[in-house]
């Protein structure tokens, strides 16, 4: 029943290694988003997908690659991890438009060592 | 980029008190959102507000949307043990490919 599910929760990985966040959501939402936690709480948007459609990418590093298979999946891809990219990674989905909030999961920690 | 500012950073109040919180931008947004965050949780929506003015009630909680369109904020009534968490101002423009941009987060602690 969970709405936007992220798998896994946690993330354990030594640095340079590459490494793959899922998430799916069964609202049937148009738009996925990937936000970026870090150690402060402070929320910063990576990424948004419309329909499988690229259209927010906020100056992230190409390491970074998101992947929509499909409408209701937003996958995030990082290669070469390194000890900044720690932090708390959600997906989130709307239904698109100023007149929906956003639907987050619950997290995926990821830790850099 | 575009931030939205809370402050103070962290709030210490007694079960029964009421909490007032405040979001403030340089700029206009067209919606607020209020959020809360419980820990090892992703953030929930508590309230959205949609026109410059509008009061709105969820509970003991209640937000306004600043006249401005500039700031809004949030009171809880009545705080319990459960109020605990982090609670986050959102703003958004009007656009096909509008973004949900956050504010720090205040974090409320609830002395029983």
């Known amino acids: 029943d969970t709405a936007v599910s992220q798998t896994p929760k946690y993330l354990v990985t030594q640095m340079g290694n590459d490494k793959s966040i899922k998430c799916e959501q069964n609202l049937g939402h148009d738009t996925m988003y990937w936000y970026k936690q870090d150690s402060k709480k402070f929320l910063k948007i990576m990424f948004s997908?419309?329909?499988?459609?690229?259209?927010i990418n906020e100056t992230v590093p190409n390491r970074f690659s998101p992947k929509s298979p499909d409408k209701a999946h937003l996958n995030l891809h990082i290669n070469s991890l390194e000890l900044g990219d720690s932090a708390v990674y959600f997906c989130?989905?709307?239904?698109?438009?100023?007149?929906?909030?956003?639907?987050f999961g619950s997290g995926t920690r990821l830790t850099v060592v | 980029g575009q931030q939205l500012n809370q402050s103070p950073q962290s709030m210490f109040i007694q079960e029964g008190e009421d909490v007032s919180m405040n979001c403030t931008s340089s700029s206009i947004f067209n919606t607020w959102l209020w959020y809360k965050q419980e820990p090892g949780e992703g953030p929930v929506l508590l309230i959205a507000l949609y026109k410059a003015g509008e009061l709105t009630s969820n509970g003991r909680l209640t937000a306004q949307f600043g006249i401005t369109r500039k700031d809004s904020f949030l009171n809880i009534s009545a705080s319990i043990p459960s109020d605990v968490g982090i609670y986050f101002c959102a703003g958004q423009r009007f656009g096909a490919n509008s973004k949900l941009t956050f504010g720090k987060g205040i974090t409320l602690s609830v002395r029983p």
């Open positions: 997908y419309n329909n499988k459609e690229l259209i």
């Open positions: 989130a989905s709307s239904q698109g438009g100023q007149y929906y909030g956003y639907t």
